[in-house]
């Protein structure tokens, strides 16, 4: 089945600091990919949809200045997390589409952790 | 935004069948009921979908009722490693995930 690897698992940075986080389709192209965050006993909240070769789409209260996202190829997605701050501490989770059908497969998370 | 309601929390026993409810009384008609579970710390995975039809794989049943107005998700003999939460989701096919607050589901020995 597809298989969407994220990296790193965990994180650690500090106050300020910049931190880039990998989603990767292994065994299908995904031209379409989506980022979310999740804090401690809370749900899944969609941040923003990646497009291969063209700009993000965020949804609405995400800053796009402080999460960027770059898809430049069909089985990369990155989120940098820029200028990170204690409050950006959170569980990223990357999803991508199977070109070929409606499956959607998740990544296995990353921790962020800003100190 | 998610457009469900399900229980927040439900306990089950080992061996027996667990039965997660999901209201979506305002589904539209192109779209499908989506279940995923989140075990602690991991990414969703999926479970099972449908549009109108009751649906079964080697994971799960998926029970629509006719008005489609509500569902419920099978798993036929629950297991301690089926504790998480379990999510339900009505979307139309192609767009976002946007996931609710999910049941928490606690399998006890």
């Known amino acids: 089945g597809a298989v969407v690897s994220q990296h790193p698992s965990r994180v650690i940075c500090k106050s300020g600091t910049s931190v880039k986080i990998e989603c990767r389709s292994l065994d299908f192209q995904a031209t379409t990919m989506f980022w979310y965050r999740q804090f401690p006993k809370q749900s899944l909240m969609l941040m923003a949809t990646?497009?291969?070769?063209?700009?993000?789409?965020?949804e609405q209260g995400v800053e796009k200045d402080k999460f960027l996202i770059n898809h430049a190829s069909l089985t990369l997605s990155t989120l940098t997390v820029t200028s990170a701050h204690p409050e950006d501490s959170s569980f990223y989770i990357c999803?991508?589409?199977?070109?070929?059908?409606?499956?959607?497969?998740f990544g296995s998370g990353t921790r962020l952790t800003v100190v | 935004d998610a457009k469900t309601t399900q229980p927040p929390s439900m306990d089950c026993a080992e061996g027996r069948a667990a039965n997660l409810p999901c209201n979506h009384s305002t589904i539209s008609g192109n779209e499908y009921v989506y279940w995923y579970r989140q075990i602690h710390s991991q990414g969703p995975q999926y479970i099972i979908h449908?549009?109108?039809n009751n649906e079964t794989n080697e994971m799960a049943s998926l029970i629509i009722t006719e008005d489609r107005k509500s569902s419920t998700l099978i798993l036929p003999h629950a297991t301690l490693r089926d504790t998480a939460v379990y999510y339900c989701?009505?979307?139309?096919?192609?767009?976002?995930?946007?996931f609710g607050t999910g049941t928490s589901l606690t399998v006890i020995p």
């Open positions: 989701i009505v979307r139309v096919v192609g767009n976002q995930f946007y």
């Open positions: 999803s991508a589409r199977v070109r070929t059908g409606d499956g959607y497969t």
């Open positions: 449908g549009l109108k």
């Open positions: 990646s497009n291969e070769g063209s700009k993000a789409t965020y």
